[in-house]
């Protein structure tokens, strides 16, 4: 087996451990909060969680997927690279949780709502913390980085407990999730300036490419995060935090159980990146692997979830969130239109074509916005699922078309045309 072959299969190996751990703590958690705070306290839990992530792209500005690609080229100073971001990130954060406050005062957010925003907006720092974790993915070494993933998923799960068996309010929940957060990145980040056997250092002519390269992806990440957030936040102006928590059941689900497939994407860009250079055999045989797994993994989901929504969520989360069956139902479908977006977007980030990924990503928040338009004010938690699915239909379609025209993906010198189209 060639090395790199080896070296993705070690370390996707350790990703289905770390997600797989992440899982089952997930469902735990989620659990153990469901039956604790009720539909309500769950809705505010969620619009913290939904709010906060809104000005994650100031964090980070694209900087964490340009690192990872500069790191795929074999960069000859990579001390000074990770340094550079992680300095560059700082003043980044900074803006981020200055405009995150000012963000929900705006919004009229007060008193017990404003306390749980600026608890989990110290999520917002983590970037800084990120930056030498990225060495790990690039390098195909996660075993390190598993573990302290799988460490601090069960200190959720412990903290959570706790709090669950002390009644605690929604204030509380939070603080244990993102101590839980704060453990992941920091842990992470000081096993890889551990095990680097290089100094870190500033080069301001890195920082400016990377801010560079970040730009059209941090603007696509604007876009990319209000698809996920403006139903959740459409909701709760137009129904409230209870018809939030149903529909949360639904999202959190989904996002608990591809976490695995979407974690292997961390292997699969720096690898795509690699033999989009040298071998396009590889880079085309990666990319139809990658698209077929999550595509019959996305049909499984959906039917599993048309026979076993309603049991499966009365078990979980008790019969109080019978109105979450629903949008649950709904919102399992979702993969099987998202998936084939997630991958094409990993192959043009690849292919150095961030351009045409921003104006698909801008393209799904224009969808987003019109279908959340249209149901959530009649529909309510039913209406944002559904809108958050159809949203998907007209981009997984043109997302698809675009990578087959794809110029990077056509015959080139030395390779022999049947073997090199990305799709037949």
Not at 103 to 117: M, S
Not at 132 to 155: D, E, H
Request: proline share 5%.
């Amino acid at each position: 087996m060639p090395s790199t072959a080896r070296g993705v299969a070690r370390s996707t190996g350790w990703i289905v451990l770390d997600r797989a751990t992440a899982t089952v703590c997930g469902f735990l958690s989620l659990a153990i909060t469901a039956r604790t705070l009720g539909a309500e306290g769950l809705g505010r839990l969620a619009v913290a969680q939904t709010f906060v992530p809104l000005f994650l792209f100031l964090a980070d500005w694209g900087v964490g997927t340009a690192l990872s690609a500069e790191l795929s080229r074999k960069q000859e100073r990579p001390g000074h690279l990770l340094g550079t971001a992680m300095l560059v990130r700082v003043p980044m954060a900074a803006t981020a949780w200055l405009a995150c406050m000012l963000g929900a005062w705006t919004a009229g957010y007060r008193g017990e709502r404003l306390e749980e925003i600026l608890i989990f907006s110290l999520i917002l720092w983590l970037p800084i913390a990120d930056a030498p974790s990225t060495i790990f993915p690039v390098a195909l070494r996660m075993r390190a980085p598993t573990l302290v993933s799988v460490g601090s998923s069960a200190l959720q799960v412990g903290l959570l407990a706790l709090c669950g068996a002390l009644h605690a309010g929604a204030r509380i929940f939070l603080a244990a999730v993102t101590a839980a957060s704060l453990v992941r990145s920091v842990g992470t980040a000081f096993v890889a300036l551990r095990r680097a056997d290089f100094p870190l250092g500033f080069d301001p002519r890195l920082a400016r490419r990377l801010i560079r390269s970040g730009a059209l992806l941090s603007a696509a990440a604007v876009f990319a995060v209000a698809v996920s957030s403006l139903p959740t936040l459409i909701l709760e102006r137009l129904h409230g935090t209870a018809e939030v928590g149903f529909y949360s059941v639904g999202t959190r689900v989904l996002v608990l159980f591809y976490a695995l497939p979407f974690a292997l994407m961390t292997t699969v860009l720096p690898t795509m990146a690699r033999e989009l250079q040298t071998n396009l055999q590889n880079f085309e045989k990666i990319y139809r692997k990658t698209r077929d797994l999550l595509f019959w993994l996305a049909i499984t989901t959906g039917v599993a979830a048309m026979v076993l929504a309603r049991p499966a969520v009365e078990l979980m989360f008790g019969s109080g969130f019978s109105r979450a069956v629903v949008p649950f139902t709904i919102l399992l479908w979702q993969p099987l239109l998202v998936c084939p977006w997630i991958v094409a977007s990993n192959a043009l980030i690849a292919q150095r074509r961030e351009m045409t990924n921003f104006l698909l990503v801008a393209m799904t928040c224009g969808f987003t916005v019109l279908a959340c338009a249209l149901m959530i004010p009649t529909w309510g938690a039913v209406g944002a699922a559904a809108a958050s699915v159809l949203n998907f239909v007209p981009v997984a379609v043109i997302s698809s078309r675009m990578l087959r025209r794809s110029r990077a993906c056509r015959p080139v010198a030395g390779v022999e045309a049947q073997s090199v189209g990305m799709i037949p």
